[in-house]
C-alpha cells in the first residue's frame, strides 16, 4: 500500500465487530498496517466508514459528532 510515507505492507482482514464515533458494523473488512509508535495515533478511520453521514469536528470545543 502507498502511503504518504512511502510502501507499506498491509493486511486485508475482516472483524466481526467494528465500532467508532458511535456506529457500528458487522463484518467489517479493513487493512491492517504497523503505526509508528511515536506519532501518538491508535488507528485511522477511512472515508468508507465516514461516508453517507455527518461529520462535525470542533476543535473549539475538542469534540468529534458523526450523525
Keep these: ?31 491492517s498496517i504497523t503505526i509508528q509508535t511515536d506519532l501518538q495515533i491508535d488507528a485511522l478511520i477511512g472515508l468508507d466508514f465516514l461516508r453517507n453521514h455527518k461529520l462535525t469536528i470542533d476543535f473549539n470545543h475538542g469534540t468529534i459528532e458523526l450523525n
Design 1 to 31: 500500500m502507498r502511503t504518504a510515507n512511502g510502501i507499506s505492507f498491509a493486511q486485508r482482514v475482516s472483524l466481526i465487530r467494528f465500532a467508532a464515533l458511535g456506529k457500528e458494523v458487522l463484518d467489517y473488512p479493513v487493512i
